[in-house]
């Protein structure tokens, strides 16, 4: 007796510190979950999934479980690339990348062509993935996801010959005559347009090329050859793969301004001066609550040059912890950015910057930000994809 009442004792004394702060490896949280939503000092409380947030070790303070979201009920099991087809569209889409395609459960949702029928390489047809040294070109991980695409039956959208950032620091620091930094372009672009030649519906062939306030952006091309570099890059992705739908792919010109004014202005003097140019892609990196007002105005406005455009990008970020006001919100916003494609006959496809948060690249580039895809990191729908359906159908 005396030992059980003591053992009795002891129990109790921890009943109410039990209530109030879940052990480590304890629920704290989830749809349900009426127990405790804090965790004992050292561990912090992750949501695993809706159901279920559990105290793992990792922080020295407690913290309060993150608001746990309802799941998702499609509105349609028809996917989004089948919707994207039936309503006049060539495809609906979504970026990839290399390190991701070990996860067999986020390739499976990837290769399933009844919500994807394009991808794009996230990172591996760069220029500092594909020519790290000069002349020497290595194509093993665009060649992954080129295959991927090939045995998926989806397409292909090439990124991309010239741009800024991710260039091996023999293009970014390297002093080049005019002449010389002209042959650099058209051997890079030449050599791997050409390699994925047949295989591509549309390269990205200039990425970025203005400032946000609409100047052209200060780097090596634009230092060495001025706006030349444009057309240089255009006739050799052109003379490269004759059939490849050739664009130029930028951010911040989805809404009517200096930015979407200094691109309209470049392709009509392309236009102009007969340099191939066929399409301008809006890459639609957005922030929920603040999406684009008059993005089909300015899809427009580019289709009239007899250009077609397609949104490249797209994703929709938050500031975290995501709320299900801000889940709402998101899919709202899907539905009006996607539904502006839609009004626009020859805006001829989406896609999204990877469809899983578990793959954005929003994270690890804006602090504090994030979900900003139709899938959560556990491969399941959000509200957002239903947003997507809403404007589709
Ligand atoms: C991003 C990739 O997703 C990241 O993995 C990489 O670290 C940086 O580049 N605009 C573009 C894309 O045109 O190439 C960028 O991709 C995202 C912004």
Redesign the pocket.
């Known amino acids: 007796m005396m030992k059980l009442s003591a053992t009795f004792a002891v129990l109790a004394g921890f009943i109410p510190y039990a209530l109030g702060q879940a052990q480590e490896w304890g629920q704290c949280g989830g749809i349900g979950w009426t127990g405790a939503t804090t965790c004992v000092s050292g561990t912090t409380c992750v949501v695993v999934n809706s159901y279920y947030s559990q105290c793992q070790p990792g922080t020295a303070t407690s913290t309060t479980s993150t608001t746990t979201t309802a799941s998702t009920t499609p509105s349609s099991t028809a996917g989004l690339n089948t919707l994207a087809k039936a309503a006049g569209k060539l495809y609906f889409g979504s970026?990839t990348?290399n390190p991701e395609l070990s996860d067999s459960a986020y390739v499976t949702i990837l290769s399933n062509s009844k919500e994807f029928g394009q991808i794009t390489p996230?990172?591996s047809m760069?220029w500092d993935a594909t020519e790290p040294t000069r002349g020497t070109f290595t194509f093993t991980n665009g060649d992954v996801i080129a295959n991927l695409a090939k045995t998926n039956g989806q397409l292909l959208r090439g990124?991309?010959c010239v741009?800024h950032?991710?260039l091996p620091s023999w293009v970014s620091s390297g002093s080049f005559t005019a002449a010389d930094l002209t042959t650099v372009i058209q051997n890079h672009c030449g050599t791997v347009v050409g390699h994925y030649k047949g295989q591509v519906y549309s390269w990205?062939v200039v990425?970025?090329p203005f400032n946000d306030d609409g100047t052209w952006r200060s780097d090596v091309f634009y230092n060495t050859l001025n706006t030349t570099y444009v057309s240089i890059a255009l006739q050799a992705a052109r003379a490269a793969d004759p059939n490849a739908k050739l664009y130029i792919?930028d951010?911040n010109i989805e809404n009517s301004g200096a930015k979407a004014t200094a691109m309209l202005n470049l392709v009509k003097q392309l236009i102009a001066d007969g340099v191939p140019i066929d399409g301008v892609g809006f890459?639609c990196?957005f922030i929920v609550g603040s999406v684009p007002t008059s993005f089909q105005t300015v899809l427009e406005q580019f289709t009239a040059l007899g250009l077609e455009v397609a949104i490249?990008?797209l994703d929709i970020r938050m500031t975290l912890p995501e709320t299900d006001a801000l889940l709402a919100q998101q899919a709202k916003d899907y539905q009006s950015v996607v539904q502006a494609c839609m009004n626009v006959e020859k805006c001829v496809g989406i896609t999204i910057?990877?469809y899983t948060d578990k793959y954005s690249?929003v994270p690890?580039?804006f602090s504090g930000q994030g979900a900003a895809c139709p899938w959560d990191s556990n491969l399941t729908i959000k509200p957002a994809y239903n947003g997507i359906v809403a404007a589709l159908s």
Do not use: I, L, P, V
């Open positions: 970026a990348d996230g990172n760069k990124h991309n741009w950032n991710q990205d990425n970025e792919n951010y890459q990196h490249t990008e910057w990877d690249w690890s580039t």
